[in-house]
């Protein structure tokens, strides 16, 4: 029993990569179970590192963290290892007795078969992938929020602010365009600046919900209407994200917002509630609106700013 004896009472198996270089991951929790992968040497550095769930939160020492058909392809590995050393080790019993005499029985033991297969599996396809601004872990998610399996720090915010450098790319390609084509893509990138600060502001709301005092309310704080969202947050949270703003400058981000709530609705054409809500001259009452890469650009550095406001006092609380 030589080679089974060999084999010891403990196995470490190392798990491949996929072509990426990314490791499966899936959260232990049963309501959970989320699939999730990371590239191992990036991100925190130490032994016995917890792993937080992308999806749920859930923290837990990393080996809680295998997926089932990593499991599966451990299990087999030992299986192989161990029926390929019990085969070897019953290939050293094999006798051969031949018959004696003119009665004698001939008895042998003939050794065959193979060590059990691996079982074999793909890691699969994600959808996003971030490299923590924090710890520089770099993992990918179904979806687009999550938080890091290393840090477990949010990245709505990081998300934000590459939504908004890509606000500022389309703008770039603007310029390079004739009047039509230039005019649609700054309303366009108008509308991406607006949209990415509406599913940044839900998301980090829904997130740090569990610290309002209401939390089902928080977690319906709309931001396509940021002087509305304002007033929510600080009703349910007791923070003003934009108390740091100058007024010009708050004054500036509104008007925008309401910009874009013209082009999305009334084909921008101004209406008395766009007049109202921005103090701009009555004059311009059924015109259409005017806007230039400039003000987006504009817009898009202030909602970085606001953001990181949003973020930084929501999770500071206690
Ligand atoms: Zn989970
Ligand atoms: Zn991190």
Not at 18 to 25: A, P, Q
Not at 54 to 63: E, I, N, T, W
Not at 210 to 234: L, M, T, W
């Amino acid at each position: 029993m030589r080679h089974l004896r060999n084999l010891g009472s403990q196995f470490s198996i190392s798990l491949p990569t996929d072509e990426e270089g990314l490791i499966g991951r899936e959260c232990p929790l049963a309501a959970c179970e989320g699939y999730f992968k990371l590239q191992p040497g990036t991100g925190l550095k130490g032994d016995k590192l917890p792993c937080y769930c992308p999806y749920c939160g859930h923290g837990a020492g990393s080996d809680k963290f295998f997926t089932k058909a990593q499991v599966e392809y451990a299990k087999s590995v030992v299986m192989r290892e161990v029926t390929g050393a019990l085969l070897k080790d019953l290939k050293s019993l094999e006798f051969n007795h031949r018959p004696r005499g003119a009665f004698g029985i001939g008895i042998s033991m003939k050794v065959s078969g193979k060590p059990t297969a691996l079982r074999h599996y793909r890691e699969s396809k994600l959808e996003t992938e971030v490299v923590c601004d924090r710890c520089t872990l770099r993992y990918t998610i179904y979806g687009v929020f999550g938080f890091c399996p290393d840090c477990a720090v949010h990245n709505s915010r990081q998300i934000l602010n590459k939504n908004l450098e890509l606000v500022e790319k389309l703008l770039a390609v603007a310029e390079t365009q004739e009047p039509p084509v230039a005019q649609r893509l700054i309303e366009n990138a108008l509308e991406d600046c607006v949209s990415a600060f509406d599913g940044f502001g839900r998301e980090t709301c829904r997130v740090f919900a569990s610290k309002a005092v209401k939390p089902e309310k928080a977690a319906e704080i709309r931001f396509q209407n940021i002087g509305a969202a304002r007033d929510r947050v600080r009703e349910q949270f007791s923070v003003d994200f934009a108390a740091a703003t100058a007024p010009a400058d708050w004054t500036h981000v509104n008007r925008a917002f309401q910009k874009r709530h013209l082009l999305a609705h009334k084909m921008g054409v101004v209406d008395a509630d766009y007049l109202s809500a921005t103090g701009d001259s009555p004059s311009l009452l059924g015109r259409k609106v005017s806007i230039l890469a400039p003000e987006v650009r504009e817009l898009s550095g202030r909602l970085l700013e606001l953001g990181r406001e949003l973020f930084t006092l929501l999770e500071a609380k206690p």
